[in-house]
């Protein structure tokens, strides 16, 4: 089937999802970075004061997100989504000519929308939720489904008024490698890991992370036998013995997968992407300083089900991590409940409901 990926590089959770769609279609495809629409003068500023507020001043950030997250955002604001990027967005339509765009961030759903109704292009516009609970903005009008992430993510959207007949609950689409990792004692082996529990630092993909470092050393104080595993933009491969403490370090890329699927526990970061990959594969989640905003609402979540803590400050963190490294009967209970709430076969359910949208057979 023919289909436009429509991403946003403020993230990589946003990329992957597309990519784990692609997975489960096939078929010829074209993806493209939503904000590659925007024009520099305007991407420049909004890029850099998502990732300035994130770094130096999150309050900020946790800021907009709840006061955009209501009824009343003023319309001016939510009109630019169906107007900046439009010439960029109608050529790869017309040149393309997909029959379903689907996309992982949702202002570009409202653009896709918008150069529907304006040029009578025809196609499914399709929007993928890529947290666990819904902010206002996933809410698009214009979608004509929206595969939602949990229950209550799907229930947030029904109550911001989108027909439950448009929502799809698929759970968040992770790629086919987490269902292929096999078993675990392998992994480790091929990566030279010994019996010392693995934390695999969830730092994301751009290293927007503020508190990897204090992640790294919170292991590192809590006085555990323990293998840290960290990914660092353009980094090298690196083995450091600290005490009790290996520190691995590795380039962010293609080992992601089978060094998590080596892992007994997660630590950082709650971004959408990665805690889904954590639930479908059971393995406890321990968040500290997440994004604030949608993040700290998929902390919330995990932490809320069982399936994870939440670390509020470093006392907490490194409370938790001590418990966790020492007891694996507490590891196991925690896995079992994330494995009971992943969604391994998401990307497919995603697919079959796109295909039955599009009039497409298997």
């Known amino acids: 089937m023919r289909t436009l990926f429509l991403s946003a590089s403020f993230g990589g959770g946003h990329l992957q999802a597309n990519l784990a769609l692609y997975e489960a279609l096939g078929g010829e495809a074209l993806e493209r970075d939503y904000l590659e629409y925007i024009p520099l003068w305007q991407r420049v500023p909004i890029a850099g004061v998502y990732a300035l507020s994130l770094r130096y001043w999150p309050g900020l950030y946790r800021w907009f997100y709840r006061w955009s997250n209501r009824e009343s955002e003023p319309r001016v604001i939510t009109a630019q989504f169906a107007r900046v990027g439009f010439e960029g967005l109608r050529a790869d339509l017309v040149a393309f000519r997909p029959r379903a765009v689907v996309a992982s961030f949702p202002t570009a759903t409202a653009l896709a929308a918008s150069v529907r109704e304006r040029t009578g292009a025809a196609f499914a516009n399709v929007l993928v939720v890529t947290d666990l609970r819904a902010h206002r903005h996933w809410a698009q009008p214009g979608a004509d489904l929206i595969l939602a992430s949990t229950p209550e993510a799907a229930a947030d959207l029904e109550r911001m008024g989108v027909p439950a007949e448009r929502i799809a ?194």
């Not at 004692?185 to 010392?196: K, N």
């Not at 069982?306 to 963190?317: F, I, P, Q, S, V």
């Open 169 to 362: 609950l698929t759970g968040i689409p992770i790629r086919q490698a987490f269902a292929e990792l096999g078993d675990r004692e392998r992994l480790r082996r091929r990566h030279g890991l010994d019996e010392r529990p693995v934390v695999l630092i969830a730092s994301g993909a751009t290293e927007a992370y503020r508190a990897q470092d204090e992640a790294v050393a919170a292991v590192l104080d809590a006085g555990r036998p323990a293998q840290v595993v960290r990914f660092k933009l353009n980094g090298q491969v690196r083995r450091e013995e600290r005490g009790r403490v290996a520190l691995l370090t590795y380039p962010v890329g293609d080992l992601f997968p089978e060094l998590f699927g080596a892992a007994d526990l997660v630590l950082g970061k709650a971004g959408g992407l990665t805690v889904a990959e954590a639930l479908a594969v059971g393995r406890p989640y321990l968040v500290y300083k997440p994004i604030p905003g949608h993040e700290e609402a998929n902390a919330a979540w995990l932490e809320d089900r069982g399936a994870g803590y939440w670390a509020r400050n470093r006392a907490e963190l490194g409370a938790r991590l001590k418990a966790l490294l020492a007891d694996p009967a507490l590891r196991r209970e925690l896995a079992e409940r994330a494995r009971a709430l992943g969604r391994p076969r998401a990307a497919a359910d995603a697919a079959e409901r796109i295909r039955a949208l599009v009039g497409v057979a298997v």
